[in-house]
C-alpha cells in the first residue's frame, strides 16, 4: 500500500527538522543513541526478572488496556438501567463473569484528550498540563508506558491517541491522526517522522475498530513469549458520529428504545440547573446540516438524511432520541465485537491467565439523561467510567468494587501488577482494593474539575461522596484554551444521589441540606489543597471564591 504524504507535510526544500530524525526519516546519533540505551536497560531489566524467577521466562503479567471513546456505562449492559436489555455485549458480559466491575468509578475531568492524559501520567489535569481539547502533553512527563517500557517490558500503542504531542514509552505505535475517521482512517507508524498538528500516514481501507484490533492482535502475536507486554488498545468508537460498519447495519431493526425519565427535561428551569447543556436539539441539527451536505461537516454520519423539521417539540426529540440511540448501540456492539477477538486470541496463545485484561471508556457520556448527548458535566453518566479487568492469577472472578476509583488510579495500579513503582503520581494503587483488601484510609470523596468554558457547559469544579454532590460553577476562562467569552453569575448545584438518583432536583436552596452543604463546601477546598489545585496565581479565580464561596 501506498504511503499517503498529505498536503501541508511537505513543500519542496522547507522539510525541517523533527527533534531526533533527519530530512531523509533517519534518526539522529543521539536519538540512535537514547533508543540503543533504553533497549540496554529494558534487556538489563528482562534478565533481572528472569535470574529472579529461576527461568528464561519472565513471570510478570501481559497487560492489554483496551480504551474506548464514550463508550458510557448506561450502554454496556452490565451496570443496569434501561438499554440493559438491548446491548450487544457478550464479550463484555464474559470479562464482568471473569473479573472485577468497578461500579464508582470516575473521570477527574469528562472530556477525551485530558482524561486520556490522567490516565497515562496518574495526574490531575492542574499537574500533567492538559487542561482542554487544545493542549498538547508535555512528552517529559512519565507515563504508565515510559515507566514499564524502562523496567522490561514490550510496549505498543494502536488507535486513537488524541493528545497531540508524540507517544513516549511505545516501542511500536500506529496511531490515527488527531481523531480519526471511522472509515478508511490514516495511520501514523512509529516508523515515521513525527508530523505534530500536520496531517501525515497512511490510509488503510476498512473500519477503524476493526483495523485497530487487527493490529494490536498482530503486534500481540509477534511478541517474545519469554518477555512481558503492555498493549494499549485505544478504539475511536463510541465517539460521535457513533458510525457502525456494514454488518451492523441492521441491527436493531424495528427496535424502539425505552426512554430515560428525564429525557423531556427542557432546561434549568426543569431541575433547578446552574446550566444550559448541550441538548438533543444540536445533534439533530448537525444531522439537519450535514444531509444538506456532507462534505461541509467535520465527520460523516451514517443514516442520512435525516430531520424532525415540521416536528411539535416533543415528537421531535423523541424520534432524535430513537435514530442517536440506535446508531450509538450499534457502534458500541462492534467494540464487543473487537472484545472478542483480543480474549480468543489471549486463548488461543494460552497467555490468558497471566494477561491483565483491562476495558474501559475515557468518560461516560449522556444518552438522552436531561435532554443531553455529549459528557463533559459533572452529572453521573458523563463523568463514570465505566471498567472492568480480568486477572485470573491476583483477581477474583465475578465481583464487584463499591470503592470510589479515580482515572489517575490506573496508573499506578498497573504498574504495581507489573512489579513497577510510579514516583510522583497523584492517584493510588487499588490492587489491594481488586483482591478485597481494601485500606482503611481509602477515599471517602472525589474531586472534579472540567476547565473548558464555554456558554451552556460553564467551567466548574466539584466533590463528590457516596452520597452526595456539590458542584461550583465558577465560569471563568482564566488563562485556558478552547474557551468563550460570555456572562455568568457563579452558581452552585447540589444532588442527593441516594434520594435523586438522577439528579432531577438541584437542592442547593433547600434549608434540609444547609449543614450538609456547608460541610461539603470545607471538604471540597480541603480536596482541593490535597491535590494542589488551589488557583492562586488567579486573581480573577480568588475574587469569585471570596464573592460566591460562602
Known sequence: MNKLILTGLLAAGTMTHIQGVQPNGQQSAGQENLQGSQQGNQQKSRQE???????????????????????????????????????????????????????????????SAPSRASILTGLYSHRNGLYTLADSLDTSIPTLATALQANGYNTGLVGKWHIQSQPQGFDYYSIFYDQGEYRDPTFIESTDPWPGNRRF??????????????????WIKQQDSNEPFLMCCHFKATHEPYDYPTRMEHLYDGVTFPEPENLLDWGPETNGRSFVGQTIEELERRWRTASKDPDKWWCRYPGLPFSTEGMQRTAARRAAYQKFIRDYMRCGATVDDNIGKFLKTLDEMGIADNTIVVYVSDQGYFLGEHGFFDKRMFYEESARMPFVI???????????????VLNVDFAPTLAEFAGVKMENVQGHSFTGNLEGKTPTDWRKEIYYRYWTNHAVRPAHFAIRSDRYKLIFYYARNLDMTDTENFDFTPAWDFYDLQN???????????????????????????????????????PEMQEVLEKYYQ
Open 49 to 111: 526478572n528472569q535470574q529472579k524467577n529461576g527461568s528464561d521466562k519472565d513471570q510478570r503479567p501481559n497487560i492489554l488496556f483496551i480504551l474506548s471513546d464514550d463508550h458510557t456505562s448506561q450502554a454496556w449492559g452490565i451496570y443496569g438501567g434501561i438499554l440493559a436489555d438491548y446491548a450487544h455485549n457478550e464479550n463484555i458480559r464474559r470479562l464482568a463473569n471473569e473479573g472485577v466491575v468497578l461500579d464508582n468509578c470516575f473521570c477527574t475531568n469528562s472530556i
Open 201 to 218: 500516514g497512511e490510509r488503510v481501507l476498512g473500519f477503524s475498530t476493526d483495523l485497530v484490533t487487527e493490529k494490536a492482535i498482530n
Open 390 to 404: 480480568r486477572y485470573p492469577k491476583k483477581i477474583p472472578a465475578g465481583k464487584r468494587l463499591k470503592d470510589l
Open 500 to 538: 435523586d438518583p438522577h439528579e432531577n432536583h438541584n437542592l442547593y436552596n433547600d434549608p434540609k441540606y444547609a449543614s450538609i452543604i456547608k460541610q461539603m463546601k470545607k471538604d471540597l477546598l480541603n480536596l482541593r489543597k490535597e491535590v494542589g489545585d488551589t488557583d492562586e496565581k488567579y
